[in-house]
């Protein structure tokens, strides 16, 4: 057994650098935690020897300078007897660092910040890591294009995937770490500044006013969102969820079809979509089980630099592209929302099983339509099968596409395709049922492909390796079944 007691207080400077393991061991004081929590595609990603509890943020951005500035306190339990540990954190400068209000040493090695505390931490003990920084946070800029941080013309606007959280607070940065959040932002008095979860207050002071969400249900790093700029922020309840939308007022003076000045408004559309969304959860909740959490809403800014809608637990973020129409607009509401079930709630174990988030979200849009009278199912998944076996289309396996068609087309359509052929393959009855009791009996667990063929076999009483490797794991276009 370790014990504190016996851990003589090394000057940090003397500690940080050793990091051997062996020497560590002969202190007594334990070992490193891992640099990352084991992800194939993103080794780095999170970080191993502690399960963070809950993230309490406190920042200030000021749109005039674009700089964030503040204190993360990270309440953490460690899963093992740990002399350091690492957070993930990308840019911004560190302003000081204690563990459990003491000191602590650290260095920055890339985006890993490593930790060395006074003292080692005992395997099951809480500790809280307090970081107070500053800095202009970076947009990030990958295979997938724009994400992240943006700077808008009004304030920012924070929506990534798979990473987004490290580039504006020291995090746990995989979604196999699940946290509350408390999230106060600090902005110049006029504008708004909105998160995931419940609204607790805004309070003015001079200024400035600061503005309290809290998310209680555990939620991963790379949803939480933030939005900051001039905002008409609407709540409301329905069905027992309360709602906060939040829509930038220019919205209302961009045409939603750029082809007809005359037409309705993207916030208009916008408006129409989101009010449509106490409707889309009852639909969701009779396919999927209950709604997972206790707020809901959506944001929209007019920033058009976001290209891509996100999933944000309780709140996801559009751009104001998605409102083009109130077809589509409805139609991403859908996804995002399924999303909330199979993503957020599901969370990846890790993100080789991307397919379990997105293919999931685009099959549900297919019933969607399907519903609406658009088009249904089957003719959708034929225009898709009708895709050239010589097609690239066919060359990603969804159920392992790697990091870089993470959200290619494969992904979505092919993952939703495969949801079809299982569909055929054990019938209306046991598919509807596989869906709902995935989402049940994973409830706020993370997930993998292997854990849903289970469930498929389990339910469907039916042997579906075969299928599942020919449609998920097959680079080449699969026969019909
Ligand atoms: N999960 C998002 C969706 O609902 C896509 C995120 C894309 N990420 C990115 N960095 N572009 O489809
Ligand atoms: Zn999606």
């Given at each position: 057994m370790w014990r504190s007691v016996t851990v003589v207080a090394v000057t940090a400077g003397l500690l940080a650098p050793t990091g051997g393991t062996a020497l560590a061991r002969a202190q007594g004081g334990g070992s490193p935690g891992a640099a990352g929590i084991g992800d194939p595609y993103y080794p780095l990603d999170g970080n191993g020897g502690y399960d963070v509890q809950n993230y309490d943020l406190d920042l200030r951005y000021d749109p005039a300078t674009d700089v964030l500035s503040g204190q993360a306190a990270v309440r953490a339990r460690a899963t093992q007897d740990l002399s350091r540990f690492d957070l993930d954190l990308q840019g911004l400068k560190i302003a000081s660092l204690t563990v459990d209000g003491r000191p602590a040493a650290y260095r920055r090695d890339g985006g890993e910040l490593v930790v060395t505390p006074r003292a080692s931490l005992h395997e099951g003990a809480t500790f809280v890591v307090t970081v107070a920084y500053a800095g202009s946070p970076r947009t990030i800029h990958d295979v997938f294009g724009a994400s992240g941080f943006f700077h808008t013309d009004d304030g920012a606007l924070v929506v990534g995937e798979p990473d987004v959280a490290a580039t504006w607070f020291p995090a746990n940065d995989h979604p196999l770490d699940p946290a509350s959040f408390d999230v106060s932002i600090t902005v110049p008095s006029g504008l708004e500044a909105i998160s995931n979860g419940v609204l607790l207050d805004q309070r003015r002071h001079g200024d400035w006013t600061t503005w309290n969400w809290q998310a209680r249900e555990p939620m991963a790093t790379y949803l939480l969102g933030m939005a900051i700029g001039q905002f008409d922020i609407r709540s409301h309840s329905a069905g027992g969820i309360r709602f906060w939308n939040a829509l930038d007022p220019d919205l209302f003076r961009m045409s939603a079809d750029p082809g007809d000045p005359y037409g309705p408004t993207v916030g208009a559309v916008a408006t129409g979509s989101l009010a449509r969304q106490p409707e889309i959860v009852r639909w969701l909740a009779g396919l999927a089980?209950?709604?997972?959490?206790?707020a809901a809403g959506g944001i929209v800014d007019d920033f058009a630099g976001l290209e891509f809608a996100l999933e944000n637990q309780t709140r996801p973020i559009y751009p104001s592209s998605s409102f083009s129409d109130p077809l589509d607009g409805d139609l991403v509401i859908v996804h995002e929302l399924a999303h909330q079930w199979f993503g957020d709630d599901l969370r990846l174990a890790g993100w080789q099983h991307i397919w379990l988030n997105e293919g999931f979200a685009t099959y549900v849009e297919w019933l969607w339509q399907e519903r609406e009278g658009v088009r249904t199912v089957r003719e959708t998944f034929d225009s898709f099968y009708a895709t050239p076996a010589r097609d690239a289309f066919w060359t990603v396996a969804p159920g392992d596409p790697g990091p870089d068609e993470l959200f290619g087309d494969a992904v979505y359509y092919r993952g939703a395709m495969t949801l079809h052929a299982l569909r055929q393959a054990v019938g209306d009855r046991a598919f509807f049922a596989i869906l709902r009791r995935w989402a049940s009996s994973q409830a706020g667990d993370s997930v993998t492909s292997a854990e849903f063929i289970a469930l498929s076999e389990r339910i469907s009483g039916r042997q579906l390796d075969a299928l599942f490797q020919r449609w998920l794991f097959t680079p080449s276009k699969p026969a019909r079944a």
């Open positions: 089980g209950p709604y997972p959490f206790s």
